[in-house]
Structure formats: structure tokens, C-alpha cells
């Protein structure tokens, strides 16, 4: 299994910009696909991003195209989301999202086995 940690989050103004991180620790020598997933207060789980193990192949939620970017770094088995021009309504709970894959770019959250804890991202007005 995969082990995931989130870190970067932060309190920034509108129009600022953080970078997450996700690390992974286990069994990553398998091919993992990763998304990014929020959570505002009072709504439901929501995906933003996902990345492929194999190629590098990427997917977004239409309110986050153009403006985050997810990317990875398997020697380091790390997976960054680069979120900029960043709005109140990206305040949430952000998750990092784990399935054995080498080419898919899941969604769904259903898809996902593995999850971390999350990290707070708060963007004031």
C-alpha cells in the first residue's frame, strides 16, 4: 500500500500562490496514479487534479484549468500541485489520492484506494 503525507498549505491572499506537496512512502516502486481532491466546509469532496504513474498524462477540474498544475517527481515520489492566482473559493481542505495505475487519470474519488490526512488552504478576500 501507499502512504501519503500533504504539506504547503497556508493562509494567502487572493491572487497569491502556494505549491503542495504529497509524499509517498510503501510500495511505490509499483506504478501509482495520483490525484488532488478538496473540500470546502459544509460541501462535498470535490476532484481537482490528477496525474498519471506512466507519461505524465493530466486531468483538471475546469475551475482549476490554467491555473494549478499538478506534476510529479518520481525519484522523489513526490507530487507537487502548483495552484496560482488563487480565489476564496479555493479555500479548502486539500487531500492528496493514490491508485495502482500506469496510465489512467482517475476522477472519480471512488477510484482511489489510498488517502492522506489533508492539508488547510486558506485564500482571504
Known amino acids: 500500500q501507499v502512504h501519503l503525507v500533504e504539506s504547503g498549505g497556508g493562509l494567502v491572499q487572493t491572487g497569491d500562490s502556494l505549491r503542495l506537496s504529497c509524499a509517498a512512502t510503501?510500495?511505490?516502486?509499483?506504478?501509482?496514479?495520483v490525484g488532488w481532491f478538496r473540500q470546502a466546509p459544509g460541501k462535498e469532496r470535490k476532484f481537482v487534479a490528477a496525474?498519471?504513474?506512466?507519461?505524465?498524462?493530466?486531468f483538471y477540474t475546469d475551475s482549476v484549468q490554467g491555473r494549478f498544475t499538478i506534476s510529479r517527481d518520481n525519484a522523489k515520489n513526490t507530487i507537487y500541485l502548483q495552484m496560482n492566482d488563487l480565489q476564496p473559493e479555493d479555500t479548502a481542505v486539500y487531500y492528496c489520492?493514490?491508485?495502482?495505475?500506469?496510465?489512467?487519470?482517475?476522477?472519480?474519488?471512488?477510484?482511489?484506494?489510498?488517502w492522506g490526512q489533508g492539508t488547510q488552504v486558506t485564500v482571504s478576500s
Open positions: 489520492a493514490a491508485t495502482y495505475s500506469d496510465y489512467d487519470v482517475p476522477w472519480a474519488s471512488s477510484e482511489y484506494n489510498y
Open positions: 510503501g510500495r511505490t516502486s509499483t506504478g501509482y496514479a
Open positions: 496525474i498519471s504513474s506512466v507519461g505524465g498524462s493530466t
